[in-house]
């Protein structure tokens, strides 16, 4: 164990990973509050949230379950979570390579490619950093659990998010992964505008729940589409 937690002190990777892994629990936790209180007040039993983040421990899709769910019903909130987790297809794709030992350890540790952790891991040259990546999960992930429990069973009126400001932690959470990702990747600029725009149209015709499947569509019909015009 002391050998362990000694290996882990003298590697420069687990020690940024731990040290970027607290700078993104300090959002996560807000993140997760947020989450625990929407979940409950959308009819969510609290021990099923906690639950839903301890095993999932992916923000996106559960956001996108619980409003899906509400207001779309079992088939919408299915596709909303499975259209948002594909993000995770290219992303763990890319981490691949960086990824040790056998096909069970590979898989363990690409568990710890969330959002986060995949920025702060990622190096220059387009390789990724695995002990930073890893670290930087396993400070986010007791958080992300615990704020969902904090807001699952101590607050569950959803006027004290709004009043906190809580129901914005969400898309400003993302918003700012989305304007780094299009500072890197310009090309990515048409497909953001058309989901942004189609959510928004659809918005005013459809619950929140289909719009988010509308938008999560079109992205990527409209990169496929510019794609082809290339």
Do not use: K
């Not at 629990?25 to 979940?39: C, D, I, K, Q, R």
């Not at 969510?44 to 899709?61: D, E, H, I, K, N």
Request: net charge positive.
């Amino acid at each position: 164990m002391w050998a362990w937690m000694r290996t882990i002190t003298a590697s420069p990777g687990w020690r940024t990973g731990i040290r970027m892994g607290v700078g993104l629990a300090l959002a996560v936790f807000p993140l997760a509050l947020s989450f625990g209180t929407a979940a409950v007040a959308s009819g969510w039993p609290p021990w099923l949230v906690v639950m839903m983040s301890a095993v999932v421990f992916a923000a996106g899709a559960q956001f996108a379950l619980v409003v899906a769910f509400g207001e779309g019903g079992f088939i919408a909130a299915l596709v909303a979570a499975a259209l948002v987790n594909l993000r995770f297809v290219p992303m763990g794709a890319a981490v691949a390579r960086s990824l040790v030992g056998g096909r069970w350890a590979r898989s363990l540790q690409a568990q710890a490619v969330i959002d986060g952790s995949w920025a702060v891991a990622r190096r220059a040259d387009g390789t990724f950093s695995r002990e930073t990546m890893i670290a930087a999960s396993l400070v986010q992930w007791p958080v992300w659990v615990a704020g969902s429990a904090v807001g699952a069973y101590l607050t569950p009126d959803v006027e004290i998010a709004r009043a906190w400001g809580l129901d914005a932690v969400f898309p400003a959470f993302f918003t700012v992964f989305v304007l780094d990702a299009l500072r890197d990747e310009p090309r990515h600029r048409l497909p953001v505008v058309g989901g942004a725009v189609t959510a928004a149209v659809a918005c005013w015709f459809v619950p929140s729940g289909l719009a988010l499947l509308c938008a999560a569509v079109a992205a990527p019909l409209v990169l496929c589409r510019r794609r082809r015009s290339e």
